[in-house]
């Protein structure tokens, strides 16, 4: 059972221009989102993270929002370049009180392209 | 600061033999989190260890062990290695109660 989807494999933009990724889950219980960019042979880099309890999170380029009630989340990045192009990963995790859980589940990942 | 250091970067196993792969967290950062990345699982989860103690496992078979030690390094160990085991083993180093997880470089393990 995914419990949490990444529908688009992949994704084209041109440069200067919005790209969305998007992110589906299941599991109500996860209260906290991370997107991670990778190039391949490397390990994943964090780039921005949400709390359940907020529905917006902005560091610089990209803004994470954040749809309890439809459980999607979507990373906007403003301008595109061509550097951004990499797979990127969403993740849950979920604390229940006083409980020690710190998995990250993930989904497949996007191949994201930033056309010059 | 020095991120997550993983050794080896790359290593080539037969069927049956046994691996061990280590990881360095992040100065400070005393959680380790291990996972398994292949193109067909994605990133799976294997196990999570904070001061020594394992505090969470993924739904791995026995074959996949691990260990924290005093200074907050890690290593993973598989025995009897399958084929299936092919896969880009990544380590993540985060604070004890931080919900952010940093990722090393990987080990690249490709079992023949």
């Known amino acids: 059972d995914q419990q949490v989807k990444q529908n688009s494999p992949s994704l084209s933009v041109q440069e200067g221009r919005i790209s969305i990724l998007n992110c589906d889950y299941t599991n109500s219980m996860f209260d906290y989102f991370l997107w991670y960019k990778k190039y391949p042979a490397e390990g994943p880099t964090f780039l921005i993270s949400?709390?359940?309890?907020?529905d917006k999170n902005e560091d610089g380029r990209f803004t994470v929002f954040l749809n309890k009630s439809a459980k999607h989340l979507s990373l906007h990045i403003v301008p595109s370049q061509p550097g951004d192009s990499a797979v990127y990963f969403c993740?849950?995790?979920?604390?229940?009180?006083?409980?020690?859980?710190?998995?990250?589940?993930f989904g497949k990942g996007t191949l994201l392209t930033v056309n010059p | 600061k020095a991120g997550v250091t993983q050794t080896p970067r790359y290593l080539i196993k037969t069927r049956g033999q046994q691996v061990t792969l280590s990881c360095s967290p992040i100065s400070g950062h005393r959680s380790v989190s291990w996972y398994q990345q292949t193109p067909g699982q994605g990133l799976q989860f294997l196990f999570e260890?904070?001061?020594?103690?394992?505090?969470n496992k993924g739904n791995f078979p026995g074959r996949f062990s691990g260990r924290q030690f005093s200074n907050s390094r890690s290593e993973m160990n598989v025995s009897t290695l399958e084929l299936g085991d092919s896969a880009l083993y990544l380590c993540a180093s985060f604070y004890g109660t931080s919900e952010t997880q940093y990722f090393g470089p990987g080990t690249r393990l490709l079992v023949l």
């Open positions: 993740a849950a995790s979920y604390r229940r009180s006083g409980g020690s859980n710190y998995k990250l589940t």
């Open positions: 260890y904070f001061s020594e103690t394992q505090r």
């Open positions: 949400i709390s359940s309890i907020k």
